[in-house]
């Protein structure tokens, strides 16, 4: 039976020093950014996936918010891959419940980018798709910078079920917000609509482009076409 200090040891296998280094720079792991406070063992993500596979069905949840409320991003990041994978290979609803709340109790683990969007989506979101959706709108209004994300992240498994309404109610609210990765996070989301479907998101866009960010409204824009874009980063666009 493999147990979490196996698993320490297994990641630990994968570790570089200056790959640690550069992480802590790129996740702004230094007093202010957004990452302060987080440690880096500098072990690469396609590393992490393949400890998780070895691990995720032997380390229990309670092993698994063990390493959600460690330092060490990596132990974070793969303990939400390790959650995904129980997600999604569990059978029943109570087993999907539990990893849930498991992650729900521990979401301030979940507190850098890369791990916001390496789970929401996949474990809120096919959670929430049916049920009542108050707890992402508690989120976006929370004031924190990582529930936010979450909240506008976890829309994406609604958008690939061509459910855009929760995604757009989202993004107006955090329309003004003052940080670049929920500025970043919303332009995605509205991007990821409008590959499925132009017309609800240029709607959406005529409405609100002129009060967003400039990064939400390009990350938005990325797959228009040259002229319209042109239009509305130079705000020509007319409205309804």
């Known amino acids: 039976m493999k147990n979490l200090q196996q698993f320490k040891s297994t990641l630990l296998n994968y570790a570089d020093k200056k790959k640690a280094l550069d992480m802590a720079r790129f996740f702004q792991a230094f007093p202010g950014g957004y990452g302060e406070g987080d440690t880096f063992l500098g072990v690469k993500v396609p590393d992490q996936r393949s400890v998780a596979k070895q691990f995720f069905k032997e380390l229990n949840l309670d092993n698994i918010a063990l390493l959600l409320n460690e330092n060490i991003h990596e132990h974070r990041l793969t303990a939400v891959f390790m959650l995904v994978l129980k997600y999604e290979k569990s059978k029943t609803a109570e ?3 539990a990893v849930v ?10 507190n850098n980018w890369d791990i916001v969007d390496s789970s929401c989506h ?5 959670w929430l798709i049916d049920k009542d959706k108050g707890l992402l709108y508690e ?9 936010q994300r979450i909240a506008i992240i976890t829309t994406m498994h609604f958008i690939y079920n061509r459910q855009f309404d929760d995604a757009f109610r989202l993004a107006e609210i955090l329309l003004q917000h003052p940080h670049d990765l929920i500025h970043k996070a919303v332009g995605w989301m509205l991007r990821e609509i409008g590959n499925r479907d132009y017309d609800a998101e240029y709607r959406f866009l005529v409405k609100h482009y002129r009060q967003m960010p400039r990064t939400m409204l390009r990350y938005a824009i990325e797959k228009f076409d040259e002229d319209v874009r042109q239009g509305f980063l130079k705000g020509t666009i007319g409205d309804f």
């Not at 996949?122 to 096919?126: F, Q, R």
């Not at 989120?139 to 529930?147: C, Q």
């Open 95 to 97: 087993e999907k419940k």
């Open 101 to 110: 709340d498991c992650y729900l109790k521990n979401i301030s683990g979940v």
């Open 122 to 126: 996949k474990i809120l979101g096919p």
């Open 139 to 147: 989120f976006a209004h929370s004031g924190d910078l990582w529930l």
